[in-house]
């Protein structure tokens, strides 16, 4: 059996769509919320997959770092990274990838979970990252028994 817990953190960015065509081209921001489901197939002595004091510290640490207050920019927006670097102090963040909350979330799950929980013995299995009250995206992994059919 496996247990799952969620911890949700709250940040601000700003963003741009990179050749979106609409008005998410433009440079605006978002107050996101970001869902961490994070699942192990054990407990510790407690009884817990992990301290919900201990996921947040782990990944709020990290959105504060990387995300909060920045710009999340695609690398390849060379325009919005050359205005955007203009700004003296500024925070960029470059994306592999437009960063729109599908990728925002796919990032979070595929790249920044596996190395915040390195050594918890929990696994992220869904990050959902809200960018407005009434829209969210959701990135998942398949449950190991069923990701070999």
Not at 2 to 11: E, G
Not at 27 to 53: K, P, W
Not at 74 to 89: H, K, M, T
Request: charged residues 25%; glycine residues 6%.
């Amino acid at each position: 059996m496996s247990l799952t817990i969620m911890r949700r953190i709250k940040f601000c960015a700003g963003h741009r769509l990179f050749e979106h065509g609409g008005k998410c081209e433009h440079f605006h921001g978002h107050n996101y919320v970001a869902d961490f489901f994070v699942t192990g197939d054990e407990v510790d002595s407690v009884g817990r997959v992990l301290d919900f004091a201990d996921l947040k510290a782990r990944t709020k640490g990290w959105i504060d770092e990387n995300w909060d207050h920045s710009f999340l920019v695609f690398e390849g927006d060379e325009n919005a990274i050359q205005a955007l670097e203009l700004v003296r102090p500024t925070r960029l963040f470059k994306m592999p990838y437009n960063p729109t909350a599908e990728n925002m979330a796919r990032y979070l799950l595929e790249e920044m979970c596996p190395k915040v929980l390195d050594g918890t013995g929990a696994r992220a299995t869904s990050v959902r990252i809200w960018e407005t009250e009434e829209s969210y995206a959701e990135a998942s992994v398949s449950p190991p028994e069923l990701s070999n059919q």
